[in-house]
């Protein structure tokens, strides 16, 4: 019985192809294009500051963190260094402009001009 289910199946999806729309991931990697994505966040309940992220990602993008330097024995290494790598530099860019805000001057000085005006700088 088993056999004839096989053939059938064969035959139905010669007759009729599949019409799944192929996902961003597929497409991607059919095209020899680097995929990387985020399935889901999960965050403990009460505290909006820790969480997770579950990615998935194609070989391509693999290769891609292999090609501008990333190694490790696991892709996930890879790809955990990369994730930690882009989190770093949130936080420096975030600091940077933190710390311009702060070093920047607290006074503003005015001048006089004609008419009752003033200049602010």
């Known amino acids: 019985m088993g056999k004839i289910k096989n053939i ?3 035959v139905k999806n010669a007759v009729f192809p599949s019409t799944k729309a192929k996902t961003a991931k597929e497409i991607a ?14 965050f403990p309940e009460g505290d909006a500051k820790r969480g997770s992220f ?4 194609n070989d391509k993008f693999i290769d891609f963190l292999k090609e501008n330097g990333y190694t490790g024995k696991e ?5 955990d260094t990369w994730f930690n790598d882009i989190a770093r530099n949130i936080v420096f ?3 940077q402009a933190d710390k311009a805000i702060v ?4 006074t503003t000085k005015s001048t006089k001009l004609d008419d009752g005006r003033k200049e602010y700088s």
């Open 8 to 10: 059938f199946n064969k």
């Open 29 to 42: 990697t059919a095209n020899g294009e680097p995929y990387i994505d985020v399935v889901q966040v999960d």
């Open 54 to 57: 579950e990615l998935d990602w």
């Open 75 to 79: 892709d996930e290494d890879l790809v």
């Open 93 to 95: 860019e975030a600091n």
């Open 103 to 106: 070093e920047a001057p607290t």
